[in-house]
């Protein structure tokens, strides 16, 4: 279970059962409400809504979807399999997308050159069937993309009808489908300008529009068609209502983070969106958003290759398309790349111009997402860069042409190289999504590049479980076991044989039974690792004044845990809690800096869990120099 998977489930089943929309509107309607579909058929269980959860839920409904996996009676694994069965099929039709594009381009054995480095990719074998949006939003780019294109040559009602469809799912997939667009934009440029005709199929009656204005007039028509579907969908997978909540009472509901909270710093897109909710333009929950996304994608906690910062870096996608894609793929992108380039030097100017001409839709496709991408400050995760392998896997069935060389090694390169795919994959199985090429040293030390859900989204307790059960029996793991878990499933259920920690998330920490860091054996994914590592340096000074504070206390009301419950004036146990609470804070961000940079983890579990041994001596000097 990763984390985002238990917030889709949580969300994509409140919208069928109950039309209400207060949970994660900010991720895609569609996606959601496509993986959760055979759970809402199937009736499954679902949390009470008479609960301070879901009158104000906390980090988009996270605890919602908790319960609704582990605390009420479901089988977890069953409804992960299901959801994520759904997503399977979106994936193949991704894939179906490659095939098809890269067939009419390079013939039947491109198309299935592209298949087959977009089957084994260990980026589409990480998330393809995860019950997240990011595979529905890259299949709903490429058939929009494509669809938009094949209308700007033949206005026919198939045409159309795919167009609406596929916009308008783009538009609820993701809160960044604005960026069609401008790719339309590039692509009605390039066919206005090409000066081909237009024919229009309606009816039986079949016309050509010849002219460049005529066709531009025809091209802003279908903008605004374009529009009508985009704005259609999304009102229509919102129940037509502008409300997002049902049966919400002022004071009692509201969303995880209140909409003046939202709106608090988003520039001139303010008081865009406060007219937008005054006239009630789109549903509350589709503005509130795209309203958030844009408000949290400003600053973001960004890490990559030892660096932090709150508003990323440009190179950060580029670093992740260049270390998370197989090295046998770029491989196979260059020379696909070569191919293309020599054939282009060979053809006519007719020829090479008509070759461009065909690539308009593709490039737009992956020049305005990479302008997205490199101008983001949302550096998180590889996962957003998903909708530009499309074009990258269809432009590698150039290596069909090979077979067309006169030496008899370069014919076969192309099976080379994709049997080469294969082998890469099989090897990373099935730690894909911590996968790192071996360019940039492979995933061992892939915590000192990326983290997030670049490695770690919380995919590995299963297998932290099992590890930890393993290590019992052999006898390797004899003291306490504790672990640092980023994710939302449950340790419990997957029977990891150690204990939690640490509690400073509690929100009562009593002094009379503090908690220590004490010597042991300590798994702590590497997200968590690295962020906390980091704030240390930070946070330094003010430990220090702690530890002072807590001196002066001691002076007058020296704490032991031997005293009974009334020992203390109230405002002195009150003022130990907090000083308990943060000194275990403080402490446990000193041990990661110090885990982080003095030590080199044991084991790792599924390269995104890392294990040490702690002793006594290394706590002593570590947390108390």
Same mark, same amino acid.
């Given at each position: 279970?990763?984390?985002?998977?238990?917030?889709?489930?949580?969300?994509?089943? *409140?919208?069928?059962?109950? $039309?209400?929309?207060?949970?994660?509107?900010?991720?895609?309607?569609?996606?959601?409400?496509?993986?959760?579909?055979?759970?809402?058929?199937?009736?499954? &269980?679902?949390?009470?809504?008479?609960?301070?959860?879901?009158?104000?839920?906390?980090?988009?409904? #996270?605890?919602?979807?908790?319960?609704?996996?582990?605390? =009420?009676?479901?089988?977890?694994?069953?409804?992960?399999?299901?959801?994520?069965?759904?997503?399977?099929?979106?994936?193949?039709?991704?894939?179906?997308? !490659?095939?098809?594009?890269?067939?009419?381009?390079?013939?039947?054995?491109?198309?299935?050159?592209?298949? *087959?480095?977009?089957?084994?990719?260990? =980026?589409?074998?990480?998330?393809?069937?995860?019950?997240?949006?990011? +595979?529905?939003?890259?299949?709903?780019?490429?058939?929009?993309?494509?669809?938009?294109?094949?209308?700007?040559?033949?206005?026919?009602?198939?045409?159309?009808?795919?167009?609406?469809?596929?916009?308008?799912?783009?538009?609820?997939?993701?809160?960044?489908?604005?960026?069609?667009?401008?790719?339309?934009?590039?692509?009605?440029?390039?066919?206005?300008?090409?000066?081909?005709?237009?024919? !229009?199929?309606?009816?039986?009656?079949?016309?050509?529009?010849?002219?460049? =204005?005529?066709?531009?007039? #025809?091209?802003?028509?279908?903008?605004?068609? +374009?529009? +009508?579907?985009?704005?259609?969908? !999304?009102?229509?997978?919102?129940?037509?209502?502008?409300?997002?909540?049902?049966?919400?009472?002022?004071?009692?509901?509201?969303?995880?983070?209140?909409?003046?909270?939202?709106?608090?710093?988003?520039?001139?897109?303010?008081?865009?969106?406060?007219?937008?909710?005054?006239?009630?333009?789109? %549903?509350?929950?589709?503005?509130?958003?795209?309203?958030?996304? =844009?408000?949290?994608?400003?600053?973001?906690?960004?890490?990559?290759?030892?660096?932090?910062?709150?508003?990323?870096?440009?190179?950060?996608?580029?670093?992740?398309?260049?270390?998370?894609?197989?090295?046998?793929?770029?491989?196979?992108?260059?020379?696909?790349?070569?191919?293309?380039?020599?054939?282009?030097?060979?053809?006519?100017?007719?020829?090479? &111009?008509?070759?461009?001409?065909?690539?308009?839709?593709?490039?737009?496709?992956?020049?305005?997402?990479?302008?997205?991408?490199?101008?983001?400050?949302?550096?998180?995760?590889?996962?957003?860069?998903?909708?530009?392998?499309?074009?990258?896997?269809?432009?590698? $069935?150039?290596?069909?042409?090979?077979?067309?060389?006169?030496?008899?090694? +370069?014919?076969?390169? $192309?099976?080379?190289?994709?049997?080469?795919?294969?082998?890469?994959?099989?090897? *990373?199985?099935?730690?894909?999504?911590?996968?790192?090429?071996?360019?940039?040293?492979?995933?061992?030390?892939?915590?000192?590049?990326?983290?997030?859900?670049?490695?770690?989204?919380?995919?590995?307790?299963?297998?932290? $479980?099992?590890?930890?059960?393993?290590?019992?029996?052999?006898?390797?793991?004899?003291?306490?076991?504790?672990?640092?878990?980023?994710?939302?499933?449950?340790?419990?259920?997957?029977?990891?044989?150690?204990?939690?920690? %640490?509690?400073?998330?509690?929100?009562?920490?009593? %002094? &009379?039974?503090?908690?220590?860091?004490?010597?042991?054996?300590?798994?702590?994914?590497?997200?968590?690792?690295?962020?906390?590592?980091?704030?240390?340096?930070?946070?330094?000074?003010?430990?220090?004044?702690?530890?002072?504070?807590?001196?002066?206390?001691?002076?007058?009301?020296?704490?032991?845990?031997?005293?009974?419950?009334?020992?203390?004036?109230?405002? !002195?146990?009150?003022?130990?809690?907090?000083?308990?609470?943060? #000194?275990?804070?403080?402490?446990?961000?000193?041990?990661?800096?110090?885990?982080?940079?003095?030590?080199?983890?044991?084991?790792?579990?599924?390269?995104?869990?890392?294990?040490?041994?702690?002793?006594?001596?290394? #706590?002593?000097?570590?947390?108390?120099?």
């Amino acid at each position: 279970m990763t984390f985002d998977e238990v917030l889709h489930l949580a969300s994509g089943y *409140a919208y069928w059962e109950f $039309g209400d929309f207060r949970l994660q509107p900010t991720n895609g309607n569609f996606p959601q409400r496509w993986a959760t579909l055979p759970l809402w058929i199937a009736d499954v &269980k679902y949390p009470t809504r008479d609960q301070e959860e879901w009158y104000q839920s906390g980090y988009l409904g #996270l605890e919602i979807g908790r319960q609704m996996l582990y605390k =009420i009676g479901n089988d977890p694994d069953l409804l992960l399999a299901a959801s994520r069965f759904m997503i399977s099929l979106l994936s193949a039709a991704l894939g179906l997308l !490659i095939y098809d594009w890269s067939r009419r381009l390079f013939g039947k054995i491109g198309g299935l050159y592209s298949l *087959a480095l977009y089957a084994v990719s260990p =980026i589409f074998l990480a998330h393809g069937f995860l019950a997240t949006s990011d +595979v529905a939003a890259a299949a709903c780019y490429l058939a929009a993309t494509g669809s938009l294109w094949s209308v700007l040559h033949q206005v026919s009602v198939g045409r159309l009808a795919a167009m609406f469809s596929s916009v308008g799912l783009l538009a609820v997939a993701k809160m960044s489908a604005p960026l069609l667009a401008p790719m339309a934009v590039l692509m009605v440029a390039a066919r206005v300008g090409y000066g081909r005709p237009w024919l !229009i199929d309606l009816g039986g009656r079949r016309r050509l529009v010849r002219g460049r =204005i005529a066709q531009t007039m #025809l091209a802003a028509g279908l903008g605004a068609y +374009v529009f +009508v579907a985009a704005f259609f969908t !999304i009102w229509a997978f919102h129940h037509f209502r502008y409300e997002a909540m049902v049966d919400a009472v002022a004071g009692r509901d509201d969303f995880s983070v209140s909409w003046p909270d939202v709106l608090d710093g988003i520039g001139r897109s303010q008081r865009v969106f406060e007219w937008c909710r005054e006239m009630r333009v789109l %549903p509350e929950a589709y503005l509130y958003g795209l309203a958030h996304t =844009i408000k949290f994608s400003q600053e973001r906690d960004a890490f990559l290759l030892g660096m932090y910062s709150m508003t990323g870096w440009w190179y950060f996608f580029p670093y992740c398309f260049l270390a998370k894609t197989a090295t046998f793929e770029w491989l196979a992108g260059l020379v696909s790349g070569a191919t293309l380039i020599y054939a282009a030097t060979k053809a006519s100017p007719r020829m090479s &111009k008509r070759g461009l001409y065909y690539a308009v839709p593709l490039a737009a496709l992956w020049c305005v997402y990479w302008g997205a991408a490199v101008t983001s400050n949302l550096n998180i995760g590889n996962r957003h860069l998903l909708p530009i392998y499309g074009p990258w896997y269809i432009g590698c $069935g150039a290596l069909a042409w090979l077979l067309y060389a006169r030496h008899a090694m +370069v014919r076969r390169l $192309g099976a080379v190289l994709v049997c080469a795919c294969f082998a890469d994959a099989a090897h *990373a199985y099935p730690h894909y999504l911590a996968y790192f090429n071996a360019w940039v040293g492979g995933p061992d030390r892939g915590y000192r590049q990326m983290i997030d859900s670049s490695l770690d989204w919380g995919q590995d307790l299963k297998e932290l $479980g099992q590890w930890s059960v393993e290590e019992r029996k052999a006898g390797r793991l004899r003291g306490r076991l504790f672990y640092d878990y980023f994710g939302l499933a449950d340790a419990g259920y997957h029977k990891v044989q150690g204990e939690e920690f %640490p509690l400073f998330y509690a929100a009562e920490l009593d %002094p &009379k039974r503090p908690v220590s860091i004490a010597p042991g054996t300590y798994a702590v994914s590497a997200t968590y690792l690295v962020n906390k590592g980091h704030w240390i340096v930070q946070l330094e000074p003010y430990y220090q004044k702690l530890l002072k504070s807590i001196e002066i206390l001691s002076r007058t009301h020296p704490w032991t845990s031997q005293l009974p419950p009334d020992a203390y004036p109230p405002e !002195i146990a009150e003022q130990w809690r907090i000083y308990l609470y943060q #000194l275990l804070d403080y402490q446990t961000f000193r041990l990661y800096y110090h885990l982080l940079n003095d030590r080199t983890p044991r084991t790792t579990v599924g390269h995104s869990i890392l294990v040490y041994d702690v002793s006594q001596e290394e #706590l002593d000097r570590w947390l108390l120099d």
